[in-house]
């Protein structure tokens, strides 16, 4: 396998393991980035750039399909090369496709080639997932899987607070000092490409080079890369009790994947139109501070007892923290209080219950894509993951405008009633996630 590692460029003398510290943060830091420059970031820039809303939300939208179809093409990472040659290349065309953003602002036709270099960055990001998840199952044991998905997860989400906050925040300082908009974003887009080169050269030396990272296809004829593509489909679809694993997945957030959609312009809204009439800079303090506090803390604690009980033993405290705080939207939309930091103590309980519960459910996904294809397999869970969000959000603002905002979130609440009934029919090693496995 040496050979393959060689061929590609990449030094194959690495450490078969390495200290999840110093790997474990910055990978998924790389991975949260694109992510949010892509699918959000974008909306920010084009509109500055003067892009009418309708093609902002018809064409950035569209940005979002490589991470719900990635499952597609999620088995020829498992079946060629090695997971690792697959995260660092990414990143370097990550890097690529940001500096192209920033040289093709200026031009004439630039809404066309940024649009272009989106995609690439897409697809490119989308693939990065799928190396990251595959390569993050097979250099740690499953102790060190279930004790690390909550730093993950935490600098994953640090990723977005950087994207959504620190990047649009230097792009607006930049419009005010220069006072060229496409100059300011050209810039901007630069410091992120630089940015993607560190993090190459750094995962290069960096990231270890586990024995079971090695591709699952050694003979590489077009035949068989075919048959071994659909295969890994065929066997994911063949797991035992699949529809309760489906139901799971797709059910699991519900009622969440409605909310986050609606808490944002709940609270911007005014009073008279049922929301809470908080000022921009107000929003910033509860969601960019307290807000993400309380997320990274019910994470990391999510992460520390699984890794203590297992999966199992936390599952069902875990899908009651993710659900029943959805009560405090329900207490907001009918007082409207005004007093910021009861609100914010609100917003902080779901938060916090969000990212103590999302726990359970990533490593359910890893449970269930282990195996010989766990890279692909996750990769089909995770596509699943993001379907289950994508649908109910597209038609939670269509409710909420029929209904209005205090029974909207009561119907939220209702909507988590079928995760917890598919919950009851769950099966799970109670040994998964313990540190006995270590």
């Known amino acids: 396998m040496e050979s393959v590692e060689n061929t590609a460029g990449l030094n194959s003398k690495k450490p078969a393991s390495r200290n999840p510290w110093l790997w474990v943060s910055t990978l998924y830091y790389a991975e949260g980035i694109p992510y949010v420059i892509v699918v959000l970031v974008s909306v920010i820039m084009y509109k500055r750039l003067g892009i009418s809303n309708t093609d902002i939300a018809l064409y950035t939208s569209w940005l979002y399909l490589p991470w719900v179809i990635k499952p597609l093409w999620a088995p020829v990472v498992d079946l060629l090369k090695t997971k690792r040659f697959w995260i660092v290349i990414m990143q370097l065309i990550v890097g690529g496709g940001l500096a192209g953003v920033a040289l093709t602002i200026p031009v004439s036709s630039f809404f066309q080639y940024t649009l272009a270099f989106f995609w690439l960055m897409a697809f490119s990001s989308a693939t990065h997932d799928i190396a990251a998840d595959g390569f993050y199952m097979i250099a740690l044991s499953k102790h060190d899987q279930a004790w690390f998905v909550g730093i993950r997860n935490t600098f994953y989400r640090l990723a977005s607070i950087t994207g959504q906050g620190l990047l649009v925040i230097l792009a607006g300082q930049l419009e005010t000092n220069t006072g060229d908009i496409p100059f300011a974003w050209m810039i901007t887009f630069f410091i992120l490409a630089g940015l993607f080169i560190l993090f190459f050269i750094y995962h290069y030396f960096i990231l270890p080079k586990p024995a079971g990272d090695v591709p699952v296809l050694s003979d590489r004829s077009y035949k068989n890369v075919i048959r071994e593509f659909f295969k890994t ?82 599952l069902w405290p875990m899908i009651f923290a993710i659900n029943i705080p959805d009560l405090a939207y329900v207490y907001l939309a009918f007082s409207q209080i005004s007093d910021l930091y009861i609100v914010s103590a609100m917003v902080a309980l779901e938060q916090f219950g969000y990212g103590f519960g999302f726990t359970a459910y990533m490593l359910y996904l890893i449970y269930i894509s282990d195996g010989a294809h766990k890279t692909s397999h996750y990769a089909i869970a995770t596509g699943l993951m993001a379907l289950g969000m994508m649908i109910p959000g597209m038609f939670s603002g269509w409710i909420q405008e029929m209904i209005g905002y205090k029974f909207f979130f009561i119907w939220v609440c209702i909507a988590t009633i079928p995760g917890f009934i598919v919950t009851k029919f769950l099966k799970i090693d109670p040994e998964f996630g313990k540190k006995s496995e270590k």
Do not use: C, H, M
């Open 233 to 314: 489909f065929v066997i994911f679809f063949k797991k035992d009790n699949i529809g309760i694993i489906l139901a799971f997945i797709l059910l699991y957030r519900l009622g969440e994947a409605q909310l986050v959609k609606l808490a944002s312009p709940f609270l911007l809204d005014p009073v008279e139109k049922g929301g809470l009439g908080l000022t921009t800079s107000e929003i910033g303090f509860v969601y960019g501070t307290v807000g993400v506090i309380a997320l990274t803390l019910g994470g990391i604690v999510g992460g520390i007892l699984a890794a203590r009980n297992g999966l199992k033993y936390w």
